[in-house]
């Protein structure tokens, strides 16, 4: 499935203001962040790769515009979500050991993992100046804190999010509310975050902005939910959880639902130190025996259809709504 319209009309702005806050300093440390997001390779030198699809921004830049506010006003607000979400795969793929971000080495491979947190962390500092800076834009201080406020409670949600997702890799007792607590912070909580931003400064309406945030947790689920799908059958990346023994909703499903030598099998696989590309490939074999695949698509189709029914409840402009359905089709939709 092709980006839908949205991502294309605000990607060039939304690019501008991210460059504009990390800034043009020297220090390597600037160029890891740069590096990350896409535009310079490990030298330093300019590249065509594009960085990830910014669908946070995207979201909270046309929340904005649905609901009638000017959204190159929200792009300071646009920047800090994208910003949050990045140090945060920074961070990731450090705890998961991961070498590989979009056919790319990740920044701990380049450059270690002590000065990978350190980009990290500016990324977070840096996306809580963006907030701030909303003011320059003639955004009223009230709604500035607000914002600041919604950007940091989404973040923390986000690293508790994380954590469960960790603590679960040596755990067997996970079941499907436990793994929709996990994602409901993971990814959930910041996607929810972007478009409750977006409204809140196009808008003065409450009720606006909390069904914004619903039709974002709803999204957000089915949106780590595809991610769960394409961990394990992207033909990009296949099997790449199995190997990490991440605890995704096919896992957990096939774990619940596999009994005598199936679930033997299962057991052996997970309590391994290192899996084989033969316990993979079994690993991958019983899921879809089992039917995890289409359980788990069903369900992220469930939450897509929540999310939309939550945008029906919303009195906005048509081209708006179908805008908006464009961006949640492409979210279960989706093959990378």
């Keep these: 499935m092709t980006l839908p319209r949205a991502f294309h009309r605000y990607r060039e702005e939304t690019d501008k203001e991210l460059a504009s806050i990390v800034g043009r300093s020297d220090l390597v440390l600037y160029d890891m962040m740069r590096y990350h997001l896409g535009w310079i390779d490990e030298a330093g030198r300019p590249v065509a790769v594009q960085g990830g699809k910014l669908v946070r921004p995207t979201l909270c830049l046309l929340s904005c515009e649905a609901v009638g506010g000017d959204w190159h006003m929200a792009l300071p607000a646009a920047a800090a979500v994208e910003l ?57 201080p009230v709604k500035v804190v607000r914002a600041a406020t919604i950007l ?63 039709l974002g947790r709803k999204l957000g689920l089915a949106y780590q939910m595809k991610n769960d ?60 025996h089992m039917g995890a695949k289409e359980y788990t698509e069903e369900m992220a189709r469930r939450y897509y259809r929540e999310a939309l029914a939550e945008l029906e409840e919303v009195n906005l402009p048509l081209p708006a709504k179908e805008e908006l359905r464009e961006v949640a089709a492409f979210v279960v939709e989706r093959e990378y």
């Design 84 to 140: 949050v979400n990045s140090y945060s795969l920074i961070h990731d793929d450090i705890e998961d050991g991961d070498e590989k971000r979009r056919g790319r080495a990740t920044v701990w491979r380049i450059w270690g993992q002590p000065q990978a947190i350190n980009a990290g962390d500016t990324m977070h500092a840096l996306a809580m100046l963006a907030i701030l800076s909303l003011e320059e834009k003639g955004v009223a």
């Design 229 to 288: 799908v394409l961990g394990i059958w992207s033909s990009g990346s296949p099997a790449s959880d199995i190997k990490k023994k991440k605890k995704t909703l096919p896992v957990i499903y096939a774990l619940e639902r596999a009994k005598g030598k199936e679930r033997e099998q299962l057991l052996r696989i997970y309590n391994k130190k290192t899996i084989s590309s033969e316990d993979v490939d079994r690993a991958v074999q019983l899921l879809s």
């Design 152 to 214: 940091d409670q989404a973040g923390i949600e986000l690293c508790q999010g994380q954590y469960l997702d960790i603590s679960y890799e040596d755990r067997f007792d996970i079941n499907i509310d436990a793994y929709l607590q996990m994602a409901d912070g993971k990814t959930a909580a910041l996607i929810a975050c972007s478009l409750e931003l977006g409204a809140l400064l196009g808008t003065e309406e409450q009720e606006l902005l909390l069904r914004f945030h619903r």
